[in-house]
């Protein structure tokens, strides 16, 4: 057909009326029609949920230990070194501090008896078992914990007690008297060890046992202020001066088989040089224990 005869054709037949087209609602989109949103089905299409990159949703991942760590190395390390501090603490309690606290009520009568009486007792060797020795309720002569420990606080309530009787109590007082008597305790520890060492002592004397055996003065300390609260200077000078000769006799008995033993077990001569040091350094330590006694408790009694 001709061209233009189609198009008189077409100029003749009657136009259908066009539709409106409305665009199909795209996921996200609201509906113009619709005056309120339907959030009822969010939750089931997974609407306002977190979603991982690209769309897709995965639970989230817990974090390694060695994330952990690298998210916040100061403080694990801090955990680390005080887990470390108190296994050490531990090991070192259960193999030193229980066997200076292993003792029972006779070995505590009988120490107290050593201390006011050293002249009485014979053999103050102390006893080993299998190169180890033995427990100070098996052995008066081994160095305890117990006693020193419960004579310093005792001695502490002493002197608390005297500044009362005097008008004197003041809770600053205490503490400075408390303080004074770990310093000088301190003190001496540490000289003692730097003597060991400049005269070069090969000895099983460890450092506890220094503390033991220095920290029975306090028992000698404790029976002179009670007797001049009782009965005056005259009492104090009495009982204070028999302690002091008590634990001068005790000290020389006890350091004598700790420092010169190891000295003639070393084959060093009686007489020789580095052997009269080590007399020398055993009586100075036993006369600094009346000298302490004495400084630390006659401005207790008046």
Known sequence: ????????????????????RIPVSQPGMADPHQLFD????????????????????????????????????????????????????????????????????????????LLFFPYLHQDWEVQYQQ??????????????????????ITYVLVAGLALGTQDRFSPDLLGLQAS??????????????????????????????LVAFLGYKYVGMIGGVLMGLLFGKIGY????GWCCVAIFVFMIRTLRL???????????PVRGARNQLRMYLTMAVAAAQPMLMYWLTFHLVR
């Not at 057909?1 to 409106?20: D, E, F, I, N, V």
């Not at 008597?181 to 099983?204: G, P, R």
């Not at 700790?258 to 060093?268: P, Q, T």
């Open 38 to 113: 339907d959030t009822s089905s969010a939750q089931s299409r997974g609407y306002g949920a977190q979603r991982a990159p690209g769309g897709l949703s995965y639970p989230a991942a817990s974090p390694t230990p060695h994330a952990a760590f690298l998210a916040d190395p100061v403080s694990n390390m801090a955990m680390a070194y005080g887990s470390s501090l108190a296994a050490q603490g531990k090991e070192l309690v259960d193999k030193n501090l229980k066997y200076y606290f292993a003792v029972d009520t006779m070995y505590v009568g009988r120490k107290l008896g």
């Open 237 to 240: 000078y009495l009982v204070l």
């Open 258 to 268: 700790k420092i010169l033993a190891d000295a003639a077990a070393e084959g060093v």
């Open 1 to 20: 057909m001709h061209p233009a005869g189609l198009a008189a054709a077409a100029a003749g037949t009657p136009r259908l009326p066009s539709k409106r």
């Open 131 to 152: 190169d180890t020795p033995v427990a100070p309720r098996f052995d008066v002569n081994a160095p305890d914990l117990y006693i020193p420990a419960m004579a310093f």
């Open 180 to 209: 004074s008597a770990l310093a000088w305790l301190t003190l001496e520890v540490l000289a003692i060890l730097l003597s060991l060492y400049l005269v070069t002592v090969n000895t099983d004397l460890t450092t506890i046992d």
